[in-house]
Nanobody, 115 residues
């Protein structure tokens, strides 16, 4: 069983930065893929950033150049560094892990960007 716990959300002004953390209960080096998704009110959940076991990354066009994703296998933690935040980045951010062909989700953390 994989458990994911997000932290680091909050309220920030436009142009500011936040770093989200996702702590996993197991060894993330065994997860084939980890990532961050977000869901704004009235919208579908969307992929924001992904990182593979090998370290390859991918980003949504809307966050390229502003967000980065990294993983610390020793701490079993994945991070999402968000810079130059915009009001449209406001959403609940969820951590995701793919392990043995199953998807696992955290409970989400709220990010609110004020204009």
């Amino acid at each position: 069983q994989v458990q994911l716990v997000e932290s680091g959300g909050g309220l920030v002004q436009a142009g500011g930065s936040l770093r989200l953390s996702c702590a996993a209960s197991g060894s993330i080096s065994s997860y084939s893929l980890m990532g961050w998704y977000r869901q704004a009110p009235g919208k579908q959940r969307e992929s924001v950033a992904l990182i593979s076991r090998g370290g390859s990354t991918g980003f949504a066009d809307s966050v390229k150049g502003r967000f980065s994703i990294s993983r610390d296998n020793a701490k079993n933690t994945v991070y999402l560094q968000m810079n130059s935040l915009k009001p449209e980045d406001t959403a609940v951010y969820y951590c995701n892990a793919v392990y043995q062909f199953s998807n696992y989700w955290g409970q989400g953390t709220q990010v609110t960007v004020s204009s």
